[in-house]
């Protein structure tokens, strides 16, 4: 099983739409959460951190449960430049132990117009 | 400007040749790593550095070497490359932040092809 599973997707809709992904995670010792972003054939960024609270950055929301173990990102409203891969990423140790990131193999988005 | 720069952008080399990819940042970060990158896998870590002359194996490190001699410079050597390392490679630094998290900035990726 892998540490980090998403469903690759692709996730057509139209613009304007509502869209949910999920991520499971295999290691409940997990510190660490995030929404990467990865434009076709460029590097990953930063989209948010996930935090247990739940936490929301203008239209993306992202959510922790970790009784299931498992992390979504909803986008509201979508935009056509919304396009892109969706990484979650985890990191199963605290920072001071190893600085690594575990990475889903993503979630592909396509808005259309 | 802030980043992390990576070279060759592209490379075709033929199995044994010697090849290094070289990864540099220049925000002052103490920890840098290199992932490859492979439809349906993921990145995946190959090396990760938490500082000058300190790494260690990520989950893949079989066919690469690092060294970490200054803070910005963290080099991925390939002593004799195979096919099976044709892959997109990515180097990231990051710092830790005092509320826990932390971001990782990537460099612009290496696609490297062995024939």
């Known amino acids: 099983r892998k540490e980090v599973e998403q469903d690759p997707g692709p996730f057509n809709v139209p613009e304007g739409a509502t869209v949910a992904f999920n991520c499971t995670y295999s290691?409940?010792?997990?510190?660490?959460f995030f929404w990467y972003r990865q434009d076709c054939r460029k590097e990953p960024k930063l989209l948010m951190s996930v935090y247990s609270s739940g936490n929301e950055d203008g239209r993306f929301t992202a959510q922790l449960n970790r009784a299931s173990q498992y992390i979504s990102l909803l986008i509201r409203d979508s935009k056509l430049s919304d396009s892109a891969t969706y990484l979650c990423?985890?990191?199963?140790?605290?920072?001071?132990?190893?600085?690594?990131?575990?990475f889903g193999a993503g979630t592909i988005l396509r808005v259309k117009s | 400007e802030a980043q992390v720069t990576q070279n060759p952008r592209y490379l075709i080399t033929v199995t044994g040749k010697k090849l290094t990819v070289t990864c540099s940042q220049n925000m002052n970060h103490e920890y840098m790593s290199w992932y490859r990158q492979d439809p349906g896998l993921g990145l995946r870590q190959i090396y990760y550095s938490m500082n000058v002359e300190v790494t260690d194996k990520g989950d893949v490190p079989e066919g690469y070497k690092v060294s970490r001699k200054e803070k910005r410079n963290f080099p991925l050597i390939l002593e004799s490359p195979s096919p099976n390392q044709t892959s997109l490679y990515f180097c990231?630094?990051?710092?830790?932040?005092?509320?826990?998290?932390?971001?990782?900035?990537f460099g612009p990726g290496t696609r490297l092809t062995v024939t």
């Open positions: 290691n409940s010792a997990s510190q660490s």
């Open positions: 990231a630094s990051s710092s830790f932040q005092t509320s826990g998290s932390y971001e990782q900035y």
């Open positions: 990423v985890v990191t199963p140790k605290p920072f001071e132990y190893g600085n690594k990131l575990v």
